[in-house]
């Protein structure tokens, strides 16, 4: 069963929206797939509770900050939202699930340099734990030099970028609704839909975990 661990210690970089999004994939291609919410915020359980019944079924499990259990038996696919200020014992202990860890970046200088350390430590757990992590640009205008910033610091980190999601207002209706964009005719999404397909051919390549 294929984990999917969303994680950056920095709030407001877009993890519930990344969150939602890789659940919405895979619930779109007919998996049976559980949304875990270890964020006190509880953002992704408040997305559920958005969600319609007749949309493509996505499940949730009891977790906390401070305990993250394994999903129930059954799922085939889970996705964790993590929560802000993720480190220590905790992110140990939710990287030990993982099979692939997405990385959700903001262009905001503030938020590369808080993000630096977190990457130092999730290499070093890489190697421990045998997960793949993969980087994905949020909000961002790529004609801007903060964008420049970014891309100079995703190729020193030495981590793989995976896409660059546009700044749009699609996502915020989406989250108002409890949708995806699978969930969308898909004349409404493509030009977004085109941006996630790096990622999702990525979520579902095989695990360094094997």
């Known amino acids: 069963m294929p984990v999917i661990v969303v994680a950056n210690p920095k709030g407001g970089v877009g993890k519930s929206t990344l969150s939602t999004q890789v659940a919405g994939f895979f619930a779109s291609q007919g998996h049976g797939v559980m949304l875990g919410d270890s964020d006190r915020q509880e953002s992704a359980r408040l997305w559920l509770s958005l969600r319609d019944s007749a949309l493509p079924r996505i499940d949730t499990w009891e977790m906390s900050f401070?305990?993250?259990a394994k999903p129930p038996k059954g799922t085939t696919h889970a996705v964790i939202d993590t929560s802000a200020g993720l480190h220590g014992w905790r992110l140990n202990d939710v990287m030990k699930q993982a099979d692939k860890v997405l990385v959700p970046l903001s262009a905001s200088i503030f938020d590369i340099y808080a993000t630096q350390e977190f990457l130092e430590k999730l290499r070093e757990a890489r190697e421990k734990h045998g997960f793949d992590v993969g980087l994905v640009g949020v909000r961002i205008d790529p004609r801007t030099h903060a964008a420049e910033q970014l891309q100079a610091f995703v190729?020193?980190?030495?981590?793989?970028?995976?896409?660059n999601l546009r700044q749009t207002t699609l996502y915020p209706q989406m989250a108002a609704h409890g949708l995806t964009l699978w969930d969308l005719p898909p004349s409404q999404a493509a030009k977004d839909l085109e941006q996630w397909q790096p990622i999702t051919r990525w979520l579902q390549q095989p695990s360094g975990r094997g």
């Open 66 to 68: 401070d305990y993250i």
């Open 155 to 163: 190729t020193q980190s030495g981590l793989p970028m995976l896409s």
